[in-house]
Structures are given as C-alpha cells and as structure tokens.
C-alpha cells in the first residue's frame, strides 16, 4: 500500500466515528479487490494473492461488527460477506481480474450506503451566532465598531 494511502487512512480513522470506520474499511476492501485485480491483469498472481488475502482479513473484520440474527439488516450483511467470500475465492480459482472488478464495485455500493447513513446521521455544524454587542461604547464610536465586526472577510 501506497505511504500516502496509508496516511490518509490512519487519518481518517482516528477520530471517526462508528459509520466513519465501516467506511474506511469499505474503502480497503475496494481497494484491496482493485489492487487484486491490476495484478491479475498483469498475471502477478503473487501480489494478487497478497491483496485478496488482506482483503479477506478486512472481511472478517466487517464480519465480526454483525450480530448475526439481530435483524433484517444484519441477515442481509451476513449473507452479502458470505458471498464475497466465495466468490472471492471463486475469482482467485478462476484467475479472474473481471470477477475481482465486480466485487469491488459491489463492495463500494454498499461503502456509499453507510456514507449515505453517516451523512445523514451527522450532527450540523456549529450554528453561526452574530456577534455580541455590548454597552461600553455609546454613539457613533459604537456603531463604527459594530460595523468593523459585521464587514469581515476572510
């Protein structure tokens, strides 16, 4: 992996919260199955291995978040990791950097559901409160500092 790709990564999880890190692992699944499949297509099985099995061990990692039987939802994942799984190893069998491709774009349509759910789940930013004014200054001296706080720019 790619120094700067590993930076951004550890910088976007820090801090993130529950729905930032699903996506960050999203984002390493995709990218793993994208590394994955450049390789095949260059029949560098060595690195296509590599990079599928890093990918497996982010599948067991988004595996481990799901409480299998705890709902619909949950049935669901259950089911999509389970068929990741196979057909990655299908796609390795067949040396098939297309199947690769198609899971990786699987894998990101589910990434932009969660982003869709964090961004909508986000508390709004910090309201923009207009500034105080206060009773030291009266008259003209006053409203001049007044209008020197309303005209910033930045």
């Known amino acids: 992996m790619i120094t700067t790709d590993m930076t951004y990564r550890q910088t976007a999880v820090e801090g993130a919260s529950g729905f930032g890190l699903l996506i960050a692992l999203y984002d390493t699944l995709a990218s793993d199955l994208r590394s994955a499949a450049a390789a095949q297509q260059v029949n560098d099985l060595e690195k296509r291995s590599a990079r599928v099995n890093h990918a497996f061990t982010v599948l067991g990692f988004l595996e481990n978040w799901v409480e ?8 669901g994942l259950v089911m999509f990791y389970a ?3 196979r057909k990655m190893i299908e796609a390795q069998a067949k040396q098939s950097a297309k199947m690769l491709e198609d899971l990786m774009t ?42 020197q706080q309303l005209s910033w720019s930045a």
């Open 106 to 147: 699987e894998a990101l349509s589910i990434r932009e559901v969660w982003q869709q759910l964090d961004t909508a789940t986000a508390a709004s930013g910090p309201e923009i409160l207009p500034p105080v004014r206060t009773q030291k200054f009266g008259g003209a001296f006053q409203r001049q500092v007044e209008q």
């Open 68 to 75: 299998p039987g705890s709902g619909e939802l949950a049935d």
């Open 83 to 85: 068929r990741l799984r």
